[in-house]
């Protein structure tokens, strides 16, 4: 048997599971990375690392040559499941049959509706914000806005959006330091709520997406709890996870680039263009993970069947071979704009149009009340490598 082809360890790759990169600006990290070694062995977890926008829009759209069923995080590598533990990590034709249940319900026509009730969780946390007083935006305003508004997708009670915070924040390593018990233990209590109330919508529907799960049928037959619960979580997740890292990433960005806010004050009109360019430049999902099918190459590196790729968007959003010249500045009327900052291909994200309406809603009720964001403290970020998380930003709004 021949030996398989030595892959070329590179040092900066083992840099990318680090957390201290996180909490700080990787970008300067990624620069290198990309430059030295595109597409770069990490030899210590057994995993390719690509840093450009061309490398990772080519796997994104080739699910036959790289699947997701392996795993999406570096910590999947080697492990299987029974069943998927989120439709990210199906394949088609699973995923496009998956897929085809919900995404009516988060269309673009479907969304829009949502504008006044969405709109109403926003004006009553803004309402809270005094202007010229110290606060931080986190737990006041980029939390509890999309958890409410996921409760109120789920029909459950706004109310309970602590819990639902716990429960999204035990999903996702790194974000909270938790021992595998206690992480264990709240991930259980979730799935048993969530199937709970899928069990309630079954014999009591009511107008809202676990009706619709609860209700929906593939081939005949109806979801089984883990697909129930598969739908459900990264509902939950996925729902809160990306808005509310655009929203606190967003704000502390504006706060840093005081000329762009100006911009948008001036200029309302241009907030869709200004959500496009926060989320190129916060990319709220920092990476994913995909695996080889079969022996194939990107960028003329040699990748072997089985062998898994770190897809890592957040560099990607940095990459000079597309953005040019502009890559590291802030431009909130940049366009075109093809950033992967939620995602692309087969997994572009479900919940993108609500995403986006969240973020926008934000920006205009905001610019009504305030016209200058001024940070008073030290921003803390998340240590985790797969989601770009502000931890605490405080904060100053004025008129």
Same mark, same amino acid.
């Given at each position: ?53 061309? =490398? ?6 080739? #699910? ?5 069923? &392996? ?8 492990? @299987? ?23 009516? @319900? ?24 005094? &202007? ?37 924040? *035990? ?7 938790? @021992? ?72 502390? &960005? ?61 560099? &990607? ?13 802030? =431009? ?22 609500? *995403? ?25 970020? @998340? ?10 930003? #405080? ?5």
């Amino acid at each position: 048997m021949p030996e398989p082809t030595p892959r070329p360890a590179s040092p900066l790759a083992e840099r990318l599971l680090d957390g201290d990169l996180y909490v700080g600006d990787p970008h300067r990290f990624y620069d290198e990375l990309r430059s030295s070694a595109p597409v770069a062995w990490c030899a210590s977890r057994g995993f390719w690392a690509l840093t450009t926008h061309r =490398d990772i829009s080519e796997v994104s759209v080739d #699910p036959e040559r790289f699947r997701s069923g &392996a795993g999406i995080l570096v910590d999947e590598i080697g492990h @299987s499941y029974d069943s998927p533990p989120t439709m990210m990590h199906t394949d088609p034709p699973a995923h496009t049959r998956y897929r085809r249940l919900v995404q009516p @319900s988060f269309k673009p026509t479907a969304v829009r509706p949502l504008d006044e009730s969405i709109r109403q969780i926003a004006v009553a946390l803004l309402d809270d914000i005094v &202007a010229g007083e110290p606060f931080d935006i986190v737990p006041a305003l980029s939390v509890p806005f999309p958890l409410q508004v996921i409760c109120r997708l789920l029909g459950a009670d706004p109310a309970r959006w602590p819990t639902f915070y716990e429960w999204s924040e *035990a999903t996702i390593p790194g974000n909270r330091e938790m @021992s595998p018990d206690e992480r264990g233990a709240v991930q259980l209590e979730m799935w048993e709520h969530l199937i709970g109330l899928a069990a309630e919508r079954r014999s009591t529907p009511l107008d809202d997406v676990v009706s619709q799960l609860a209700g929906a049928k593939i081939d005949g037959e109806e979801l089984s709890e883990a697909e129930l619960a598969m739908f459900l979580i990264q509902l939950l997740v996925a729902g809160n996870e990306t808005t509310r890292n655009l929203i606190s990433g967003g704000l502390v &960005a504006l706060a840093e680039h005081p000329d762009q806010l100006e911009r948008l004050v001036d200029d309302p009109s241009m907030i869709p263009t200004a959500v496009e360019e926060l989320l190129r430049w916060t990319s709220p999902v920092v990476s994913f993970l995909r695996t080889a099918t079969r022996d194939t190459e990107l960028s003329g590196v040699s990748i072997t069947s089985g062998d898994p790729v770190l897809m890592v968007y957040a560099a &990607a959003n940095r990459d000079p071979a597309v953005f040019g010249d502009t890559a590291h500045t802030l =431009d909130l009327s940049r366009d075109p704009n093809p950033h992967l900052g939620l995602g692309f291909g087969t997994h572009f994200c479900l919940g993108a149009p609500l *995403a986006r309406l969240e973020a926008r809603i934000i920006l205009e009720e905001l610019l009504v009340r305030f016209s200058r964001v001024e940070l008073v403290g030290d921003v803390e970020r @998340s240590p985790s490598s797969i989601i770009a998380g502000v931890t605490r930003a #405080p904060m100053i709004l004025r008129p």
